[in-house]
């Protein structure tokens, strides 16, 4: 399985991406997360307003397979939120780093960038861990 990353994010241990521009990021799930889920057919996503420190759980994905909790990268107050995936929940599926976006947040502390992981080193993070989960 090709396991596609966005070169201009950053990756979390949890398969979230988080592309910045300035102080403002958009977050949504990295393609091999939407390839392990499989169809996806509801995402929950916070209100806007809503504040998150890092590491905490900001939304839900449900699949024909499983449901999953999100975590937010980096601490940040929620700016805007997808409402497309309210009725097109499988724009996550098609198009995880464009228009399968989750939430746009105002980033709190730039430096939490520096625990995520770039495009090269979360594509050998994420090919580890489909191998360690087909020798299960």
């Known amino acids: 399985m090709a396991i596609k990353v966005d070169p201009g994010c950053r990756y979390s241990k949890s398969h979230e991406w988080i592309r910045v521009t300035n102080d403002r990021a958009y977050i949504g799930i990295t393609d ?3 390839q392990q889920l499989s169809d996806i057919v509801y ?3 916070p209100q806007i307003g809503d504040t ?3 590491g905490e759980v900001f939304g ?3 699949s024909v397979k499983a449901a999953t909790d999100c975590y937010l990268p980096v601490a940040g107050e929620i700016l805007d939120v997808n409402h497309d995936l309210e009725d097109s929940p ?3 599926n098609k198009d995880p780093y464009g228009d399968g976006w989750f939430v ?3 980033v709190e502390d730039p430096i939490e ?3 995520l992981m770039d495009a090269k080193d979360y594509e050998q993070y994420a090919q580890r ?3 360690e989960a087909t020798h299960k």
Do not use: N, R, T
Request: proline content about 0%.
């Open 52 to 54: 998150f420190g890092q």
């Open 32 to 34: 091999y997360a939407q």
């Open 60 to 62: 839900v994905v449900e």
């Open 104 to 106: 746009k947040i105002m």
């Open 43 to 45: 995402v929950e996503v």
């Open 129 to 131: 861990d489909l191998e």
């Open 90 to 92: 499988e724009l996550v």
């Open 113 to 115: 960038l520096k625990d």
